[in-house]
Each structure stands twice: as C-alpha cells, then as structure tokens.
C-alpha cells in the first residue's frame, strides 16, 4: 500500500514538473521576438578627393539599420571597397568605421554596404528599461514650451494607442507639407508655423506623447516596400516610435500611417535620447572629418 502511494506521489510529482517545464517553454515562446520576413538591403557611397593633394586615408562614418527594434532585427552586414568595423551605442544604434585607403587627387571610390534583415509585420516585445530617456524635452522636441503642452494637454486619450489615433489626425493635419528643408525646425516651429517636412511631422508628434506621459522617440530611416532594395538618398524619411506597453509602435504622421506596414519601415537611427551628439543628426547619413572628400549617397 505504501509503495503504491509512493509511485503515486512520484507520478503527480513528475507530471507537475514536465507541466511546470512546458508552461515555460509557452511563456518563453510569447515573448521571445520572432522575425520571420527577410528583406536584404544595399546602398553605396561615391567618394571623391576634390583637392589637389593626396588623401592620406582615413576614416567616414556611416549609418546601418538599428540592431534591434520591434520590427526589425539586422543578421548580418557586409562591406565592399572598403575595411570596416561597426559600432554600436547603448540605444543599439550601429555606425560603421569605414577606413578608406589612399586616394590621389581627383580620385574616386565607390563603397558599398549590404545588410541582411529580419523583420516581422506584427510588433515585437522589447523592455521598457530605458523608457525615461523617451519622455523629456531635448533639441527639437521643446516639451518644456508653454505652447506645445498647451496644444499636448488638449489630448484626453486614456491608452497610447488611442492617443497615437488622434495626434495621427491632429497633427497630420495641423502641419502642411512644404517640401525638403534641410534644416531640422522642430517641434515648436511646426506647431507655430503649421509647416515642414517629414522630420517636423516625426518632432511634433513625439513631443505630444511625451507631455502626455507616453515614451516616444524620433527615429530616421527608409521606407522599403520589397524584399530587397537600393536605398536612394532621397528614399530618406523620418518617422517617431511610441512605447504601447509592449513594445515601441510606428506612427508616420506625415502619411497617415499608424500600426501598419511595420515591416517596411527600417529604422537606421534612433535620434532621440543622445543629448548633444551632433545638431544635424536627424539628416545625416554618414560623418566625415574630412574636407578633401566629397561624398554622396547614390
């Protein structure tokens, strides 16, 4: 009798770890991110000595996708024309040295960067661990303005993704597109001016979020609808990224685009959180120390 109570109680003992083992593996499975589309990427950069001197060589800088977002996940990046290490910074923001060789005067080279990607149409889990860096005033996305927490404030939304709905109206609306700028105005102009482009649209919607309490960030990057593409410079757009409680949502306010085609938007910088790293950040593509060099996206 008591060798039977026994293996009874080893049976409900092992049938309550192997539960205890397979409810893990369930959990482990819902919030383990998954990227099941691939998309491979190209662009190339023409570099020329304009001086009459030799360029000795040197370093540029240039961007590469985000390592990970809630749509995106970079596997792999490849350089052609040039040696090359990458960089990363604590927002997983990735820059690539690229360490050009000597160059005579006139002298051209063409570099080109390739990137595997895996994306997901649907949004990823990511931790709200630095979310705070995503909620305050910094270089053009002036929260700290009487008039833009005037307008912010007028949004009585309960859930993020219900006051991304109305900013997605709101602002779409209270901004005309004008074309290119090449200077970054900001979220205080836009709302003044009810004028820009892309990156005024981007700037006035984070600020929004942000004074009603909502994580976002002001991102860059392209808009890539096939699986695999040539990016152009002019393909170059500005989008932000709200955080809905799980993790950080799309909202294109300049084309109306709200949680959809997630997996066309690929995100090469996140702009925000970053201080004083450089005034023109939301427009770059690369960095050069250079003044010899000519260089260009093509």
């Known amino acids: ?33 998954h990227y099941p589309l691939k998309k491979t990427l190209r662009y190339s950069f023409e570099i020329q000595n304009t001086s009459v001197e030799v360029f000795r060589g040197g370093s540029i800088w240039a961007y590469a996708p985000v390592l990970q977002t809630s749509f995106q996940k970079v596997d792999g990046v490849t350089v052609s024309g040039a040696e090359f290490e990458v960089e990363k910074d604590h927002l ?3 820059t690539l040295n690229l360490k050009l060789p000597a160059m005579a005067p006139g ?18 889990p990511q931790s709200d661990s630095r979310n705070i860096e995503f909620l305050g005033s910094e270089p053009f996305i002036e929260t700290d303005s009487p008039e833009i927490r005037q307008f912010a404030l007028g949004f009585s939304e309960k859930s993020p993704l219900e006051l991304a709905t109305t900013i997605k109206t709101t602002v779409g609306n209270h901004i005309e597109y004008s074309g290119y700028v090449r200077e970054n105005l900001g979220a205080l102009y836009a709302y003044r001016e009810k004028r820009g482009d892309c990156t005024e649209y981007m700037s006035l919607a984070t600020a929004v979020f942000r004074v009603n309490n909502v994580p976002a960030r002001a991102v860059a990057g392209f808009v890539v609808e096939e699986g695999s593409a040539l990016l152009s410079s002019s393909d170059y757009h500005n989008w932000t990224e709200f955080y809905d409680g799980q993790g950080w949502q799309i909202l294109d306010a300049q084309n109306q685009i709200l949680a959809e085609k997630q997996d066309q938007y690929i995100v ?17 593509r690369f960095i050069s120390p250079h003044e010899q060099l000519r260089i260009r996206l093509i």
Do not use: H, W
Request: charged share 25%; aromatic share 8%; hydrophobic share 45%.
């Open 92 to 94: 997983g923001n990735q």
């Open 268 to 284: 090469f910088r996140i702009l925000s959180g970053q201080g004083d790293e450089q005034d023109a950040r939301f427009s770059e």
């Open 1 to 33: 009798m008591k060798k039977a109570a026994l293996s009874a109680l080893f049976l409900i003992f092992g049938v309550a770890v192997l539960l205890a083992i397979f409810k893990k593996a369930s959990d482990d499975e819902l919030t383990t991110p």
């Open 107 to 124: 002298g051209r080279k063409t570099v080109t960067v390739t990137v595997s990607l895996a994306m997901s149409d649907e949004i990823q």
